[in-house]
């Protein structure tokens, strides 16, 4: 049986479930899930479960190369919030962290709470808590003590952002995790404005290795999200784009796949910096090769016919 402080947040649960919070709230709407869909307890004093060693691996196999991505990001938000007592997690999408940065001094007691590599904290397995609920909901967001599902997790407080991967899917989500209780509201804002720029610095650098010969154009009209960014071939044909760009302009896989050309995509100012960074290109290699198209060609790695239509849709006259 919970003590009365986890009996009352149990209550608390109950309450707030017996009115019309689940529509309004996020943290709500998670309480219910949690309650409902998973069957799960709050006052369940069960730790999470943690993954066998060769589960963990094949689960850091599957993230790869997300993972890979992450790493100078992690170490950069880590020393940003190390000092206050702050571990990072790196989640897969099924909510296990793959990669963690804490201080040596805090280990052993992120490691009671369970936030290491390998645990479960998936909205099923834990209820509401940051990791979880960032997936199922698919936005950054806090979960800030008791608005925890378990009364066991009461103590935490999670900043996530989730993780996109190249083709827009939701892969991973990036947490900050603090198990002080002094931590403040306006500090806690910070912490989700350093997470939010840490997940779109991964998912930045995740794309533009994902399509290493392709052009890389960040476009305007994308969403607070992150970078709306495109992988353009030699052809100027989309053949890639963030999740940014996909909701900005209405981008899919079946319309990438029927050749899309950038021009459907990008308009006004971006479009005549798109022309304006192909003239450039084509002019470097033209001045490369001393005025040869045959060799301009190939070092742009497309055909010559392709290079002539290019040069006459660009203006450029042979040997400029």
Known sequence: MGSSPERGHAAR??????TSMPARSVVAASWQRSLTRYGLDPLESRPPRTLTGQELREAREGLEPLLHSAQAPLDRLFQAVGDAGCCVLFSDRNGVPLDRRGAATDDSTFY???LWTGAVWSEEAEGTNGIGTCLAEGRALTIHRDQHFHARNTGLSCTVAPVYDHTGQLAACL???????????????LIATAVADAARQIEALNFRKAFPQARIVLVDGASAGGAGLLAL????????ATRAARLAFGITDARIAALLP?????????????IDAERSAVRRALARAKGNVSEAAAALHISRATLHRKMKRLGLQRGR
């Open 13 to 18: 649960i109950a309450q707030a479930l017996e």
């Open 112 to 114: 009671r709470w369970g």
């Open 175 to 189: 947490d900050v995790s603090s198990c002080r209780a002094d931590l403040t509201e306006g500090y806690v804002g």
């Open 233 to 240: 071939d030699h052809d100027d044909l989309v053949i890639g």
């Open 262 to 274: 950038a021009q459907e995509v990008l308009k006004d100012d971006a479009e005549h910096d798109l």
